[in-house]
């Protein structure tokens, strides 16, 4: 089995900094990208940003110059620092990622359970 354990959700007021981060653990081969997405109530989720292997890396525009994802290989982890945070942004931030299991295996997806993020003076 696979797992992806996010933490550091909370609350924060407008403009404030929060820190994420997901470790993936269990039967791991190999992780290709790695990433977060969000969902705020009544909306679809939606990409924040994403991080392959290699260290490429890809934002919402709407996060691009505030957010930075990073990722620690050796520790299969992915981190998501936001900075000046909307209220907007309030959401469940999900954790996602691209593992294969086995050496013959394809690359499945695989998703955190959520944590909270609110934004709120």
């Known amino acids: 089995q696979v797992q992806l354990v996010e933490s550091g959700g909370g609350l924060v007021q407008p403009g404030g900094s929060l820190r994420l981060s997901c470790a993936a653990s269990?039967?791991?081969?190999?992780?290709?990208?790695m990433g977060w997405y969000r969902q705020a109530p009544g909306k679809q989720r939606e990409l924040v940003a994403t991080?392959?292997?290699?260290?490429?890396?890809n934002y919402a525009d709407s996060v691009k110059g505030r957010f930075t994802i990073s990722r620690d290989n050796a520790k299969n982890t992915v981190y998501l620092q936001m900075n000046s945070l909307k209220p907007e942004e309030t959401a469940v931030y999900y954790c996602?990622?691209?593992?294969?299991?086995?050496?013959?295996?394809?690359?499945?997806?695989?998703w955190g359970q959520g944590t909270q993020v609110t934004v709120s003076s």
């Open positions: 269990g039967s791991i081969f190999s992780i290709n990208a």
């Open positions: 991080i392959i292997s290699g260290g490429s890396t």
């Open positions: 996602h990622a691209l593992i294969r299991r086995y050496v013959i295996d394809r690359f499945n997806d695989y």
